[in-house]
């Protein structure tokens, strides 16, 4: 029972981190991208959408693990788990 | 087909089905980009032919129906792109009234009630009980929080 | 039928009206016979301290409104216990009996869950 993980700050990550589990996979959002400036070394995907990325001049600088997603690409994430926690703060 | 075959297509197909979605925004426009973020989203599901349920703006969200808001030229005026998914989809963009009423944020029927001079809510957006987030999270097969 | 919802609350009381407006969506779920629960994270776990009084800051209070979710048939009321270690809170400062959850539990009970929201 796979969770789809959506932080839009990037200190979210520190709550978000402990509890991924297997199936699971993180989207970062807004300033959740700034996240992905430092290497996030954990099992499950992660994505970052794209826009907001492009925003804050981060497109090539994010982690090697860390794929961008369009809009498109987040709706398909949400229906791909069976249930979607926000982190934020 | 290994395991991983199996488990990318199970996701793959899944993307495939149509869902019924409804989501919640708490972050205040403006002060957040949750209202930016969830429209994007909203788009996209439409577009992908997934069902959206209802919109349920709560917290300072509900700030996003102002009547009177004047977007900047050189700003994505937000509110008129959630106006346009009502208007062209049948969208509902439902604002919780107990968040929204002492927010000053009134539709016709609590500006008679309660003898305010103006009505503030925009005619796109509707004002309901809490209620009807409930129902929104029943009747759907999908929720996301749009958080602040 | 009914889902299972959890509300993840994170937010301290009274320095904002989100933990008041939150617990409300929280007693309303429970009024429409959902199968409720709730996490408390981080500063949220300040909702559930003992002896608060919210008429100080002409408010509802919090702890109040909270010892009134076993009624409702909320069941599951959880307490991050990382977040209650860092904070040096132990189930004795709690204006209500709840359950602490290290990581591995707090994975189990949201992968319980049809929705999750704050």
Redesign the interface.
Known sequence: MATLH?L?KAAAWTDCEPLLGP?DAVLL???GVYAARQPLSVDVPIRA?D??VQARGLSGQLAPNVELA???D???L???HD??V???Q | MGLWGL?YC??HY??L?A?V?SI?V?GAPYA???AR?AL??V???L??G?RVHRVFF??DAVLLAADSVVAPQDEQDMQAGWVRLQQTQGIELAL?I??ALKRGMLDEEARRRYGKPAATVHAAFTVVG??Q???A??QSD??????? | M??R?LFLLNRAPYGS??AL?AL??VL??A??D?QVSVLFKGAGLHQLLKGQDGAAVGQRTVGKMLGALPEYGVAGLFVCAPSAARLGLTEGDFCLPVTLLDHDGQRRIINEQ??V??
């Open positions: 959506v839009n199936g959002i807004e300033d959408l826009p907001d369009s809009f498109d987040f709706v398909a949400v229906v791909s249930r979607v926000t982190w934020s | 488990l199970r996701r899944a993307s089905l869902v979605v919640a708490h957040s980009a949750a973020t994007g989203f788009e996209s599901a577009r992908l997934h709560f917290h919780c107990a968040n809490l209620g987030l409930i129902e999270m029943m999908r929720f996301v929080t749009f958080a602040g | 009914a889902k919802i009206s989100y407006e409300e969506s309303v779920a009024l429409f959902q049809d929705i929201t704050g």
